[in-house]
């Protein structure tokens, strides 16, 4: 009995129809779950989104379908954004380095860095290839490093069983107007993913995705009102008079960093079954990005041209626009990603799995015009006809990674072990040089020497054993242990001393402790710490942001976290409810700050901080109704920074870029066998960008916008094979800023595919 009600429920996930007779005799059938080779029995909160869902929601990106996952952000400013990192109910929106995000297996987090100029590669992957994406709350599995302590997003794409085609064209279109822009950016994307399985043992699949979009402006070039009247400068006309996030008087000159961006993606994965229990996976990625970030002007002078630098006056007032504040840039990257994996079961009680990747990027120059005077007097674009400027190469930056573990299940019956122990490797590589050049848009134009070189490499051994320990049919206790033996070195910043080499072991004990009530409720307290390490360019980027030095520290300590989650699941007739509390402690948070004894802004460790909160996830299938599948959730986080010796005046003041509430709510309908309709909700509350809370004004650019949004979509299944959809992405047109990027106003989508 125990197997026919497996059986039957099985058969009711997959929409079999024996799942609603009593009595049917089913056929044959092999069933596989794709789980990738990274956590096996998880001790943490977790939320999925199957590719059912994605295909109910307006995706372009891979990261759009982690839209309305519970408590997660993605800092996703326009479509085709490179710098959509990850944040989650405890890591900021600029805390890129507290997440994880893998596919099958292989690590797509870009731990170079902890800022938006490391995002994951999302372009790895395609939309068409998924299969679902799993995601995981919290450091509390002894598989996983300490960047796990805000999320772990697993990304598993699907093992083609016979042949398979999928095609999708989309298009998208945005009316922007705020400030004086007042303009259309619009973009095309066309995709497609193939496979197959050759004969019982070797499987492939082949993706190929193409990219055209342009941004809405996504940064202002501004300065502070002067407090003296002056009658000195050209007078112009143009300017936006604007209220700053600390509430100081501002004009705006222009729009800058209007993104064209091109991008290619191909991948091909290779499967290989030795045995039904002994399979192995290649993989080979590449994708390349095209950008142009342009700029628009706002200020004319008396004969109505264009004003771009150079001594203006705008209301009795003097400013000097730096002819690189509307100066656009240029940038090319080649990056590709190797992979190989294998998973064999080698007994009833043995099974092993390994997963080695390598990410490098043989291609990555930035352009940059550094004019130092205005072009002919003001009235040309800086750098549209050449001149002198900076190019940077971050050639061979990458990073590999290793993983090796063994999974044991010793003996049968009320008293199962589940003990899973292993091995982890990996070693980041970051290379940056940064030459003068004659012509900003010639590479051919450098000096034969850099102007400045930044280096640095570290690397990370850790061993780790975790016992999933079932102490009776309905008590399960998960302990764990870590050890990691970090390495810092090879570290160089021109213009500086040698860096000495570091080395540090540091140990993380785990422990979840699961119940399985009455009533269908699963209860599950879990405790962890864990430390994440200082990345690259924390230790070793020094360099010069606009009038603004960013001092990098090589001795900075890593962060140590101590994360305590509480969890109620309750399975629903059709659905499940989950109900978390959460609390996360962390010692010597790593951020920028302005330090008063040196007065220089750098990377530093600042004490102590809190962030605690609950979290409510429901979903549910035929909700109400056959047909209405609905999944949202409701959070509440209060955070502190509890101690920073650096700036005593801090205590007490908010972990910036975490909101005080977050809400989303996603409805899918099926009107019948054609017809499908969606509605999505997203809610962001309060929250700060500076460590003093100092940015009151939260409703202009260089702000963080409390915003609600609403999107919508409907599709039709014109046959088997053919669908069409329309979309709208912020249907109520609202006006919203993630720090100084104002995010998309109401965009419409279109798209068409096939799938054979």
Request: aromatic share 10%; net charge negative; hydrophobic share 35%.
């Amino acid at each position: 009995m125990k197997h026919k009600a497996l059986a039957m429920a099985i058969a009711g996930a997959l929409g079999h129809p024996a799942a609603w007779a009593e009595e049917q005799v089913m056929p044959e059938m092999v069933i596989s779950l794709p789980r990738p080779a990274v956590v096996t029995n998880n001790p943490s909160p977790s939320a999925e989104v199957t590719q059912d869902q994605m295909r109910e929601m307006n995706v372009i990106n891979v990261e759009d379908a982690l839209k309305y996952t519970p408590s997660l952000f993605i800092r996703k400013r326009y479509v085709g954004d490179r710098n959509g990192i990850v944040a989650s109910r405890t890591a900021g929106s600029l805390q890129s380095a507290w997440s994880l995000v893998y596919a099958d297996g292989l690590l797509l987090s870009n731990l170079l860095g902890n800022s938006y100029n490391f995002p994951p590669r999302w372009n790895i992957v395609g939309s068409e290839e998924i299969e679902n994406i799993e995601v995981l709350y919290g450091p509390f599995s002894a598989l996983l490093p300490g960047n796990s302590a805000g999320a772990t997003i697993l990304i598993n794409t699907r093992r083609p069983q016979q042949f398979e085609a999928h095609a999708r064209v989309q298009g998208w279109t945005q009316d922007y107007k705020h400030y004086a822009t007042d303009d259309t950016y619009r973009g095309h994307q066309e995709q497609v993913a193939l496979g197959a399985r050759v004969n019982s043992s070797l499987s492939w699949s082949f993706l190929f995705n193409h990219l055209d979009t342009h941004s809405q402006p996504i940064n202002f070039a501004t300065a502070a009102v002067p407090t003296a009247n002056s009658v000195a400068g050209t007078p112009v006309t143009g300017g936006v008079a604007y209220t700053n996030p600390t509430n100081v008087s501002s004009m705006m000159f222009g729009a800058t960093s209007l993104d064209h961006s091109v991008q290619d993606t191909m991948k091909i994965r290779l499967a290989y079954d030795f045995t039904p229990d002994t399979r192995a996976a290649f993989t080979y990625a590449y994708w390349q990005n095209d950008s142009f970030s342009d700029t628009r002007t706002y200020l004319r002078n008396a004969s109505g041209q264009p004003i771009w630098a150079g001594s203006v006056n705008i209301d009795n007032h003097n400013y000097n626009v730096s002819p690189i504040a509307l100066a656009p840039s240029d940038s090319n990257t080649k990056n590709q990603l190797l992979g190989l994996s294998l998973d064999s079961r080698l007994s009833s009680d043995w099974s092993i799995e390994l997963s080695a990747s390598d990410y490098s990027t043989p291609r990555d120059v930035t352009r940059t015009p550094t004019p130092t005077t205005p072009v002919a007097g003001g009235l040309g674009q800086p750098g549209s006809a050449g001149g002198r400027g900076t190019i940077t190469f971050g050639d061979d930056t990458g990073w590999r990674t290793l993983d090796a573990r063994a999974i044991w299940k010793p003996g049968q019956g009320t008293k199962n072990h589940t003990v899973t122990f292993g091995y982890h490797y990996d070693h980041y590589t970051f290379s940056s040089a940064k030459y003068s050049a004659s012509r900003w848009t010639d590479d051919g134009s450098i000096g034969a020497a850099p102007s400045s070189i930044t280096l640095g490499d570290t690397r990370t051994d850790a061993l780790y054993a975790q016992d999933a320990w079932k102490l009776d049919p309905r008590l399960t206790l998960t302990l764990g242990w870590r050890t990691e033996r970090w390495q810092a070195f090879d570290g160089f910043i021109s213009g500086y001393a040698p860096i000495d080499s570091r080395n540090d072991t540091y140990h993380s004990p785990k422990a979840s402790l699961a119940w399985r009530a009455a009533g269908d409720w699963l209860i599950r307290g879990s405790v962890a710490r864990a430390y994440r390490m200082p990345t690259v360019t924390e230790l070793f980027q020094t360099e010069k942001i606009g009038a603004l030095t960013q001092i990098s520290d090589p001795n900075l300590n890593p962060e140590k976290i101590l994360a305590t989650d509480l969890t109620a699941e309750h399975a629903l007739r059709n659905g499940n409810l989950r109900l978390s509390l959460f609390d996360q402690r962390t010692d010597n948070f790593l951020t920028s700050q302005l330090n008063l004894i040196t007065n220089v802004n750098r990377v530093q460790n600042i004490g102590r901080t809190r962030v605690t909160g609950a979290e409510a996830a429901y979903e549910m299938v035929d909700f109400l109704m056959p047909g209405l599948d609905i999944n949202g959730s409701l959070t509440y986080t209060d955070s502190e920074i509890l101690s920073d010796p650096g700036n005593p005046a801090l205590v007490g003041k908010k972990v910036p870029r975490i909101p005080d509430w977050r809400a989303s709510i996603f409805a899918s309908y099926r009107f019948d066998e054609y017809w499908t309709g969606s509605l999505g909700l997203l809610y962001s509350g309060l929250q700060f960008g500076n460590l003093d809370n100092s940015d009151t004004n939260h409703d202009d650019t260089g702000s963080l916008s409390r915003y609600a949004t609403v999107d919508v979509k409907l599709g039709y299944r014109f046959s088997k094979l053919i669908r069409a959809s329309f979309g709208i992405d912020n249907l109520t047109n609202e006006n919203y800023f993630i720090g100084p990027h104002p995010f998309p106003q109401r965009t419409y989508q279109a798209e068409l595919r096939v799938d054979y």
